[in-house]
Each structure stands twice: as structure tokens, then as C-alpha cells.
């Protein structure tokens, strides 16, 4: 029997691109208990990015950019939407930050509350969205995303 070899490989690096911040605001969490900071930037293709940047009660998160165009297809095959499809798109382990996320998606109209069932969310304006954010003057500052 031969004997297996280890092999080493390179490990790829690929650098985080850098967020341009378009607009930094605070919305509440959607239990209503705390207050949450979050920015808008958007990368060098324009794509869209959002994080949640602050937390004013108890609940731990990783601040973690994420693209809106993410976010978009984890809703494009449902008409009922819950930030439990978020969870796919983070990489760390805190269960807030797709709560949180989307807090800010409901106070940005990206999800609007079901008119049959406030617990249940259905696609809000999205293009909207994007038009103010293309709309926005000059970037604040730069972050490199996370």
C-alpha cells in the first residue's frame, strides 16, 4: 500500500476591499430594547454594502459589511422574508447581526412589515433605496471591510 504524502499549499490572501462610507445613522432594534449604528458605503464597482457599526443594549455582533446584492437574492425566492435568511452571510458567530441587519433594512424600506402579519416582512423598495444611495454626495471616509 503506498503511503500517503503530505503536500503544503499557499495559502490566498485576498484583500478586503475598501468601503467608501456614504452615510452613517442609527435605527431602532426590532424589539424595540436598543439602538443601532450602521453605515452605507459602497465598494469600487458601486456595488452596495451595509454593517451595523453600534449596539446601545446588551446583544453582541461583529460588524461586517455586507452587499446588497446578498442580500437580494437571499430574498428573490420568497414572498415572506425574516432575517433568519441573513445568517448564511455572515461569518462570524454572533445570532444578532442578522437581526440586527435587519432592523436596518426596515428602517432603510429595503423590508416592510406584511400587512397581514406585523412579525412577517415582505421586499420593500429596493430600487428606491439604491437610487438615494447613488444619489448621495461625496464619501465621508474609507473602511476597509471586514
Request: net charge positive.
Amino acid at each position: 500500500m503506498a503511503k500517503a504524502t503530505k503536500v503544503k499549499t499557499a495559502e490566498v490572501i485576498v484583500a478586503a476591499p475598501i468601503i467608501k462610507v456614504l452615510k452613517t445613522a442609527a435605527c431602532p432594534s426590532l424589539s424595540g430594547k436598543s439602538d443601532l449604528g450602521y453605515e452605507i458605503g459602497v465598494d469600487s464597482q458601486s456595488g452596495i454594502h451595509i454593517q451595523v457599526t453600534s449596539n446601545s443594549g446588551n446583544g453582541y455582533f461583529k460588524p461586517e459589511w455586507i452587499a446588497l446584492s446578498a442580500i437580494q437574492e437571499k430574498f428573490a425566492s420568497t414572498p415572506v422574508i425574516t432575517s433568519f435568511q441573513l445568517n448564511v452571510l455572515f461569518k462570524g458567530r454572533s445570532l444578532n447581526n442578522s437581526g440586527f441587519l435587519f432592523a436596518v433594512l426596515k428602517q432603510e424600506g429595503i423590508v416592510n412589515s406584511s400587512i397581514d402579519n406585523p412579525r412577517k416582512y415582505r421586499l420593500g423598495d429596493v430600487d428606491a433605496f439604491i437610487a438615494r444611495v447613488n444619489s448621495e454626495v461625496k464619501p465621508e471616509k474609507e473602511k476597509k471591510a471586514a
